[in-house]
């Protein structure tokens, strides 16, 4: 029985090793990043101890902060400010950062709030910032696996306008944003973890 008062999400813990190596690849000269989405803020805890160069601020809905707070408050690391509200489809933040991360959280979305999330990246990022996203996607209208086939069945049977999204039609969200793609690293479970680069030649609002 699980008597501690913080969310948990075993995928965390499972998958927060293999996103961290990617971290360190590509976050190695940032100082900030904005995490859209989250969650329980295992996350957050977990890479911004193991990234202590970043300012690691969290974000998400009204009902996800307590959670959040309470990982946070637990580990007590200077470079982690209170979690702060984030609706994609309401008010974004002023302060620009020179990286965004967010984990599987495309798929829960709607197809819109997908495109607002990503219509919205030019207003919070710096010149040179970099886009991380984790999850499952499709390739060529495929999926990569029969687990993520039948992930995104019952996805949908839950929410029909949830789904694992087309990386191609991801990627051209990222394009008409600024985003120019880095690398797509393949990671455990039949996940992704694309990462982008604004283009120097696209500047942000």
């Known amino acids: 029985m699980n008597l501690d008062p913080k969310p948990y999400s075993a995928a965390c813990d499972r998958n927060k090793d293999p996103i961290l190596e990617v971290l360190k690849q590509h976050l190695a000269a940032a100082r900030s990043v904005l995490e859209i989405g989250s969650g329980t803020g295992q996350h957050a805890v977990h890479f911004a ?20 707070s ?3 408050n637990e580990a007590c690391l200077p470079n982690t400010p209170p979690p702060m509200q984030l ?12 990286a965004v991360y967010s984990a599987n959280t495309l798929h829960i979305m ?18 040179d910032a970099t886009l991380t996203i984790y999850g499952p996607f499709r390739y060529a209208g495929r999926h990569t696996s ?8 019952s996805l949908r049977q839950d929410v029909p306008h949830r789904g694992i999204r087309d990386f191609e039609a991801v990627d ?34």
């Open 49 to 68: 101890k193991q990234l202590p160069h970043l300012l690691w601020q969290c974000s998400d809905r009204a009902e996800n902060l307590p959670g959040i």
């Open 70 to 72: 309470a990982w946070l």
């Open 87 to 98: 609706d994609v489809t309401g008010t974004w933040p002023v302060t620009r950062f020179d």
């Open 110 to 127: 709607s197809w819109q709030e997908v495109e607002t999330f990503f219509g919205a990246l030019p207003g919070v990022v710096q010149h």
């Open 146 to 153: 029969a687990s993520n086939a039948a992930f995104d069945a």
């Open 172 to 205: 051209e969200l990222a394009k008409a944003a600024g985003f120019a793609l880095l690398a797509d690293h393949a990671m455990p479970a039949n996940n992704r973890c694309l990462v982008w680069k604004l283009d120097a030649k696209s500047p942000t609002n």
